[in-house]
């Protein structure tokens, strides 16, 4: 791991430990953000509707998915799993900040989260000089269908 990686991921990861670590203690400031987004949400997707009834647990959850998804990201450990959990849990935090009455901070928090979404999306995205999964699945079906080329073109050599 490069030195500005060691020293970047647990910089991009305080802040959600911190905010995880904050709605675990106080779920219900979360949750009552979180209320109007779920009760819209489950308008539209009938299934929601046991989870709007308790957005004090949802608010836990996504607590608990900041604080371990962050802890892994400052560890260094499967941090393109750990950076897309950070963002899935972000969209609803982003919701949920949208929803407070509090405007006078509205828009410095909005870009304020925005912001730490975007390195998180970077720290998803990022391979760290490695080839991704898809890559070298697509590389070695390459690599494959020249063995089996070349084979075919040995057996046909050799039956004639």
Do not use: Y
Request: glycine letters at 8%.
């Amino acid at each position: 791991m490069s030195l500005v990686r060691a020293l970047a991921r647990p910089m991009l990861a305080a802040p959600f430990v911190l905010g995880g670590i904050s709605r675990l203690r106080a779920p219900e400031a979360t949750a009552s953000q979180l209320r109007p987004v779920l009760n819209r949400a489950s308008r539209s997707l009938p299934q929601l509707s046991s989870l709007a009834d308790r957005p004090e647990l949802l608010a836990r959850v996504l607590g608990g998915v900041q604080i371990g998804a962050g802890a892994l990201l400052a560890l260094g450990k499967a941090p393109r799993l750990s950076s897309t959990l950070i963002v899935a849990s972000q969209a609803l935090t982003i919701a949920a900040d949208t929803q407070s009455e509090d405007s006078g901070n509205k828009v410095a928090t909005l870009a304020t989260q925005v912001g730490l979404t975007g390195g998180a999306l970077l720290a998803a995205v990022d391979t760290a000089g490695k080839p991704s999964l898809a890559w070298r699945a697509h590389d070695a079906g390459r690599r494959g269908k020249r063995v089996v080329k070349r084979e075919a073109r040995a057996a046909k050599k050799a039956l004639a």
